[in-house]
């Protein structure tokens, strides 16, 4: 399986933006990227996925390397609600065998 | 719609009880998962069901079996209880489609004394 690399954690202030970033140099052309949180006491929500291009929804933004080897989850202006554990997980490829594998993610505090 | 349901939310167990968590969803999902989350930890993939009346082995398989019961349902057993085995396990489903959103359940804890 395509595997991914997170920090740990994250530290940001509240109201300011926050660059969340994901290592994946061994995705493969057919893998989407896709981003979960997780709040606390509750299980992963999804929050964006991407392709090739960037993407915007209404919770956040996806910047998506041009060669795909890494992206970036963008919060452009965090909330105390925002403070949870991002995962960054590849989806698909060309061997897929529908595992959905998570890593440890990366916990993001959030200060007042 | 309620997504997708995960009964009990809660069970205490004795070191060699067995047990079987539910889990349903209502989307029409072809995929299901179990998920183990241990303390400050992530997500580790217990077993999977790609379609209705096929499992596969995740990361952490031992010591559980699984049931594609229908499309609907995957249960999770636990034939004899280990403390190792105190978590809170996640049930999810998904599409059919690489891109599509996995759907988690609320959770189940278990404790095991």
């Known amino acids: 399986d395509a595997k991914t690399t997170q920090p740990n954690s994250m530290e940001s202030n509240e109201e300011e933006p926050v660059h969340l970033p994901c290592n994946h140099s061994?995705?493969?052309?057919?893998?989407?990227i896709h981003w979960y949180r997780q709040l606390p006491s509750q299980g992963p929500e999804y929050v964006i996925h991407?392709?090739?291009s960037n993407v915007n929804n209404r919770m956040a933004s996806l910047a998506i390397a041009e060669d795909r080897k890494s992206s970036t989850l963008i919060l452009h202006r965090a909330t105390l609600r925002d403070a949870a554990v991002y995962y960054c997980?590849?989806?698909?490829?060309?061997?897929?065998?529908?595992?959905?594998?998570f890593g440890k993610g990366t916990r993001l505090h959030i200060l007042p | 719609n309620a997504g997708v349901t995960q009964t009990p939310k809660f069970q205490v167990l004795k070191t060699g009880q067995s047990m079987t968590l539910q889990c349903a969803q209502d989307?029409?999902?072809?995929?299901m998962y179990w998920y183990r989350q241990d303390p400050g930890m992530g997500l580790r993939l217990i077993y999977y069901?790609?379609?209705?009346?096929?499992?596969d082995k995740g990361e952490v398989p031992n010591g559980y079996n699984v049931s594609r019961l229908n499309k609907r349902e995957f249960s999770l057993r636990l034939e004899s209880a280990a403390p190792s085995q105190t978590s809170v396990y996640f049930c999810?489903?998904?599409?059919?489609?690489?891109?599509?959103?996995?759907?988690f359940g609320p959770g189940t804890r278990l404790l095991v004394l």
């Open positions: 997980i590849l989806i698909g490829g060309a061997n897929r065998d529908d595992k959905i594998i």
């Open positions: 061994t995705i493969s052309g057919t893998d989407y």
């Open positions: 991407g392709l090739t």
């Open positions: 989307m029409n999902h072809n995929s």
């Open positions: 069901s790609a379609s209705e009346g096929t499992t």
């Open positions: 999810a489903s998904v599409g059919g489609r690489v891109w599509e959103t996995q759907y």
